[in-house]
Nanobody, 124 residues
Framework: QVQLVESGGGSVQAGGSLRLSCAAS????????MGWFRQAPGKERDFVAA????????YYADSVKGRFTISRDNAKNTVYLEMNSLKPEDTAVYYC?????????????????WGQGTQVTVSS
């Protein structure tokens, strides 16, 4: 059983930056692909970014490509999401998730474990 705890959310003005962290415990972190998803009020939970456990390759939703960067530190059992040039439409609860499958996925159905989420609010 893997536990995930997100931190780093908050309120920021448009154009600003935030760095989210997700600390994992209870499993072999280096064997999980990690993803970030977000959910705005009244909307579905959408894929944001993922990083493969095998290759370290990264994948992004088109809406965040060039602005967000996902990274991981296996020694610290932590995955990060660096968010720059934030826009009001980035406002959402951000969730990290762990996927034990061989291939990294952008589908939330593939992920086995989820954190509780952290709120990000971007004002114009």
């Amino acid at each position: 059983q893997v536990q995930l705890v997100e931190s780093g959310g908050g309120s920021v003005q448009a154009g600003g930056s935030l760095r989210l962290s997700c600390a994992a415990s209870g499993g072999t972190f280096s064997r999980y692909s990690m993803g970030w998803f977000r959910q705005a009020p009244g909307k579905e939970r959408d894929f944001v970014a993922a990083i493969s456990w095998r290759s370290g390759s990264t994948y992004y939703a088109d809406s965040v490509k060039g602005r967000f960067t996902i990274s991981r530190d296996n020694a610290k059992n932590t995955v990060y999401l660096e968010m720059n040039s934030l826009k009001p439409e980035d406002t959402a609860v951000y969730y990290c998730a762990a996927d034990s499958a061989y291939s990294v996925s952008s589908s939330r159905m593939s992920y086995d474990y989820w954190g509780q989420g952290t709120q990000v609010t971007v004002s114009s």
